[in-house]
């Protein structure tokens, strides 16, 4: 009781780090573009401007479920909910981590060093500001190692259905995590003891691999219910919604040309991160139910890298971290008992925290610049302030029409949907039909930018950004967003 | 060689001087004596190396005593008391005749502690002749069959009728069903829409609620097992031989003569004192076959032959109780006819009640198919048996809930089974019945990590039959529960009638409803109607979304890995098939509804030896009957 009750206040006194960098952060202008996606699609939620649909449709449903879920509890907060749900799911992390240590043999003080090695690794705070998506899948492949090795040694149901979940949490927390689990699948059999092997390969694969491949199969399954056809989560799931930002690392450039060098060179880059997993695999010798599931980790992530450089879902290196540190901090346990045991994994575990820092500042995308300075106590603009500062200028305006479904980070500066007309809505749908302007503000976005194209309000009023409406006067032009007021009303004030 | 009485040793002798036994059979019989803690007559006739009424003989020749043999001079009737009926059968001693005023009474054993027995029962002026345990049981059996038959009736019903299904539903059920039913209709009349949905969200929240239980069951289930398997082998290593309990083994039987010789055989090579094996093999009287195949085996004493009586309800909770009377263990265990139990099985059971907390009163065993690959349907029954006793009832024993008894290997203390009456004969699923009456008089119900092996059912039309008197066993053991819903609550607690309604209701309900729901989805699905799109508001939609997708999903997934432990990773991709499977406990679940309304005790019978493994063993067994006696290793000749 007392080592749960400690493990618990070590969790509690990490989510306090983490919320205190959020709000370190957030004062110096920087919160993840898609933390902030996410928080404006859970306020739509909130304020019943999401139907039905778009949330069955959401994907990967795990990230954006939970943070409505908690978006709902939270209620009118102000603090960007995904980041909370990012500092509670690093402090989860830390105290399963912390606990596991302990079970592995470790000693208190190098449990706790280690854990926090890991926990303060630059890539995770970095991956906790970028999207709880990041951390969930960082869960959750601790999670599928951690029972990958178990299951090996020992052979439990438990651990079984331990491996299972981990993927299926793995797939359903980013695109890439479908990617982690595709690349994982050949090298299952590394994993799998000789003797469910020997009675059917094919049927221990499919105990393991069915829950994550139901839970796929459960949303192309929900998309036909919805959509009437599986465009639409093809669609969700060749472009993710949840990236770390446009402003790619040029490794990613590289990669994204498809140099197989490119690809191959920063699947093993990403090794820096967690090199205790190389560790792991070289100190345990000929110990095979340990050298298996490590080689099976380390050998699915070139292939995971290929499969992403190739589906274009990443765009920063740092992202492959998230599978790589999962798998590090399982292969942390697995060290053979030994005198210098606790000196190696710290140590490798340090090396893993210079070394994300390292690839940090090497190749770092925009939003990973704009992070480090702001960490720094450098005032930031992102490329999500445009959407901000509009959102805010909303803040005390009602009666507007604009498609923040597809610019949710509006809602995340407004703090609302309540008073918004919205593509998702009833009185959208009349003034799409009558082509009719009816709101007290309508406000749309540049034409000429990409994001400007995908505005419902430049659907209906193509003209609406260049010349206006007629009775209507600017009142915002900012950042490529500009904001009509009916004249009326403004004469009025 | 140990310590023998000078009686055991001076009859051993004597049979060996009359060449009943040889010197060897007597030196080994001794030497076994030793190690099992058992009498010289159990081992000598145990081991099938004399017959009963030959060492009857002797010993009373020895002893200067009368033989008697009680069917052709039978105890007189009014010397017989019906309430000391248990008594004889049980202690093998039984008022015989009055010579001169003095009562005489036969016995098996007139032993010094028989002898301060029969003293503290029957007064001083006692004398005594020897007879055999089968005379003394035949005897009984014929004085008392009547009484026997009735109080296997009509015992719990008479004792506890709260508790019993021999009324199916009670006034109060019925007048409560009956405002059940006229409130829906009222609804449908008023508020259709508003009662459909419900309906919907009733169906819905079960569903969920049914498939979120499962899965911690699963989880906890297999927590923990190894380890707790390793402490059993553990205390099964330092269990004393001599200390082992007689153990009675009840093998109810019914029109299946063809599977006794596969039977005796496995019984017989159980890893344990075969002396301190007290087997009944349990009879209906008109199964005439049967009873004629048992008694052309010529079975050594260690087996015997009970013959139910003819009475209704046939069912075979009546024949245990019935039999019950007659079992002269500690631990009683009910086995199937073609059942074949883990060898250590009994040893294993030993060792898990002295670890386990005073209050256990029953230790069930896995129970699991030889035939398995069989054909679909055995593959599927497989999957089914592995989840449940593999993992569910693991799980339900690690949350304290009550333990839904499988139909054979459970292992009872007799003493608790004879003080809660034993089964409801008016009960189809008597076991799952006593399961949950044992918890709620406070006892509870180990599961170990052994297994019995069964023939799966490879019939649709016999598995139809099982399944439907199953469904309408837990329809009834719900019913009798749930008649007094608070001491229910008092007495399972909250997480016990949840797992109460999810597996024993919801076994039914979830047979009856699923239908239902299927029709819907397969309407919608065909149709695209948008006509029930009323009946699901956004809640209930995400609900029953979330109920199709990884509900159902889910219930196959754990089908495909009920079978991990025993690693028969093989029949996982069967789970897929798993949808067919719950239409035909569809079709089970309205039959077994049907014959609850209208002939509520008829117990439909299932066929066993069917398979072709059967097939195959069985003649394998009596070709092995046949070789050993053509090598003269028949019954033993009559001294």
Redesign the interface.
């Given at each position: 009781m007392t080592r749960r009750l400690s493990i618990a206040s070590f969790g509690i006194a990490l989510f306090a780090i983490v919320m205190a960098m959020f709000a370190w952060l957030d004062a110096h202008g920087f919160v993840g573009a898609n933390a902030l996606d996410l928080w404006g699609e859970a306020i739509a939620a909130r304020d019943g401007a999401l139907n039905?649909r778009s949330i069955?449709l959401t994907f990967p449903p795990a990230p954006h479920l939970a943070t409505m879920g908690l978006q709902l509890a939270l209620g009118a907060a102000r603090m960007p909910t995904p980041n909370v749900l990012s500092a509670m799911l690093v402090a989860s992390l830390g105290g399963l981590w912390l606990s596991s240590f302990l079970r592995a043999g470790y000693g208190v003080a190098a449990s706790c060093a280690m854990t926090l090695l890991l926990v303060l690794n630059p890539a995770v705070p970095r991956l906790a500001s970028a999207s709880p998506a990041l951390v969930m899948l960082l869960l959750g492949c601790w999670l599928a190692a951690r029972a990958a090795y178990r299951l090996r040694a020992?052979d439990?149901?438990?651990d079984?259905?331990a491996l299972?979940g981990g993927l299926a949490v793995v797939a359903l927390s980013h695109p890439l995590g479908v990617v982690v689990v595709l690349a994982l699948s050949p090298y299952l059999i590394f994993v799998v003891q000789p003797?469910?092997?020997r009675?059917?390969?094919?049927?221990?694969y499919?105990?393991i691999l069915?829950?994550a491949a139901?839970a796929l199969l459960?949303a192309l399954?929900?998309a036909w219910?919805f959509q009437g056809d599986l465009r639409g989560l093809f669609a969700l799931l060749a472009s993710p919604p949840v990236m770390i930002d446009d402003g790619s690392s040029w490794l990613v450039n590289a990669w994204r040309r498809h140099e197989i060098l490119a690809i191959a060179g920063i699947s093993i880059a990403t090794l820096l991160v967690a090199p205790v997993l190389v560790g792991a695999f070289l100190a345990n010798g000929r110990r095979l139910p340990r050298v298996l599931p490590t080689a099976a980790l380390i050998a699915c992530l070139p292939a995971a890298g290929v499969l992403a450089g190739v589906l274009g879902l990443v765009n920063d290196p740092l992202t492959i971290a998230a599978p790589v540190l999962g798998f590090g901090a399982a292969a942390v346990a697995i060290w053979p008992q030994g005198p210098r045991r606790a000196m190696w994994t710290t140590g490798l575990v340090l090396a893993g925290a210079i070394g994300a820092g390292g690839l940090m500042i090497a190749a770092p995308s925009r939003e990973t610049r704009d992070w480090l300075a702001a960490l720094e106590g450098a005032d930031v603009v992102t490329a999500s302030s445009a959407d901000l500062a509009v959102g805010a200028f909303l803040s005390t305006r009602a009666d507007v029409t604009i498609d923040a479904i597809s610019a949710p980070r509006v809602l995340a500066g407004r703090g609302s949907a309540l008073g918004l007309h919205l593509p998702t809505q009833f009185d959208f749908e009349k003034t799409r039909l009558s082509r009719q302007a009816q709101a007290n503000f309508l406000v749309v976005r540049a034409t000429g930018e990409a994001a400007g194209s995908d505005d419902a309000v430049n659907a209906v009023f193509p003209d609406l950004y260049e010349k206006g409406r007629p009775d209507y006067i600017r009142v915002y032009d900012r950042f490529g967003w500009r904001v009509y007021q009916r004249a009326t009303i403004a004469a009025s004030r | 060689m140990g310590t023998h009485s000078e009686a055991d040793l001076g009859v051993g002798q004597l049979l060996v001087r009359h060449k009943a036994i040889t010197q060897e059979q007597f030196e080994e019989a001794l030497e076994l004596a030793t190690d099992w803690g058992s009498p010289i007559a159990d081992v000598l006739m145990s081991r099938w190396w004399i017959q009963a009424d030959v060492y009857s003989r002797a010993f009373a020749a020895h002893h200067g005593m009368r033989y008697v043999h009680l069917d052709r001079e039978p105890p007189e009737r009014e010397l017989l008391s019906s309430a000391d009926a248990g008594v004889y059968a049980r202690s093998l001693i039984i008022p015989w005749r009055k010579v001169d005023g003095r009562l005489i009474l036969a016995t098996t054993d007139p032993s010094p502690a028989m002898l301060l027995f029969a003293r503290r029962k029957w007064g001083p002026d006692i004398g005594f002749v020897v007879t055999s345990k089968s005379d003394i049981s035949k005897a009984t059996q014929a004085a008392f069959g009547a009484h026997f038959t009735h109080l296997a009736v009509f015992g719990l019903s008479e004792a506890d009728p709260a508790v019993s299904a021999r009324r199916v539903i009670t006034r109060r059920q019925g007048v409560a069903l009956y405002l059940i039913l006229s409130a829906m209709a009222a609804g449908l009349a008023f508020a259709p829409l508003a009662t459909f949905i419900a309906l919907n969200a009733f169906m819905t929240l079960f569903y969920l609620g049914a498939f979120l239980f499962k899965l911690v069951l699963?989880?906890f289930g297999?927590?923990g097992?190894?380890e707790s398997a390793a402490a059993i082998d553990a205390s099964v290593r330092q269990l004393d031989e001599s200390q082992l309990p007689v153990f009675s083994i009840l093998v109810p039987m019914f029109r299946e003569p063809d599977v006794l010789p596969i039977l005796t055989r496995a019984l017989r090579t159980m890893d344990y004192p075969l002396a301190k094996l007290d087997i009944k093999i349990v009879l209906e009287e008109d199964d005439v076959e049967t009873i004629d195949a048992a008694r052309s085996l010529q079975l050594e004493p260690i087996f015997e032959i009970i013959v139910v009586p003819a009475s209704q309800p046939k069912t075979k909770p009546k024949a245990c109780n019935y039999a019950l009377n007659f079992a002269r263990g500690e631990y009683l265990v009910i086995y199937d006819a073609e059942d074949k139990p883990e060898r250590d099985q009994l040893r294993k059971v030993v060792a898990a009640f002295q670890r386990s907390a005073p209050n256990t009163a029953c230790v069930q065993c896995r129970l699991n198919y030889f035939n398995a690959r069989e054909n679909w349907l055995t593959r599927m029954f497989t999957l089914d048996y592995s989840l449940w006793f593999d993992?569910m009832l693991p799980g339900l024993q690690k949350i304290g809930a009550p333990i839904p008894l499988g139909g054979t290997s459970n292992h009872f203390r007799i003493d608790v089974l004879r003080e809660l009456n034993a089964w409801d004969p008016f009960n189809v699923t008597e076991d799952a019945d006593l399961g949950i009456r044992l918890a709620q008089k406070g006892y509870r119900v180990g599961v170990i990590d052994s297994t019995t092996f069964e023939e799966a059912n490879c019939d649709a039309g016999n598995w139809i039959r099982q399944r439907s008197r199953w469904i309408k066993g837990y329809m009834m053991t719900f019913l009798v529960h749930t008649r007094r819903p608070l001491h229910l609550l008092r007495s399972l607690g909250p997480v016990g009638v949840a797992s109460f309604v999810f597996f024993i209701g919801g076994t039914a309900i979830s047979g009856l409803l699923n239908p239902i729901s299927w029709a819907l989805f397969a309407v919608w699905f065909i149709t695209s109607t948008t006509a029930f799109a009323p009946l699901f508001p956004?809640v209930l939609?995400?609900f029953s979304?979330f109920n199709l997708?990884?509900g159902n999903?889910l219930f196959?997934?754990l089908m495909?890995?009920g079978p991990?432990?025993r690693?028969?990773?093989?029949?996982?991709?069967w789970a897929l098939t798993v949808p067919a499977y719950w239409a035909m406990m569809s079709i089970a679940a309205y039959k077994g509804l049907y014959q609850l309304v209208f002939t509520p005790f008829y117990w439909e019978k299932t066929n066993h030896g069917i398979s072709g493994q059967t097939a195959r063993e069985i003649e394998t067994a009596r070709s092995a009957d046949r070789a050993e006696r053509e090598q003269g290793a028949d019954v033993p000749a009559r001294a």
């Open positions: 039905l069955v020992r439990n149901i438990v079984l259905m299972s003797h469910l092997a009675d059917s390969l094919a049927g221990a499919l105990t069915f829950p139901l459960g399954y929900v219910v | 699963v989880w297999g927590l097992q190894a993992l956004p939609l995400y979304l997708i990884a999903g196959v997934y495909m890995i991990f432990r690693r028969w990773t093989g029949l996982a991709p």
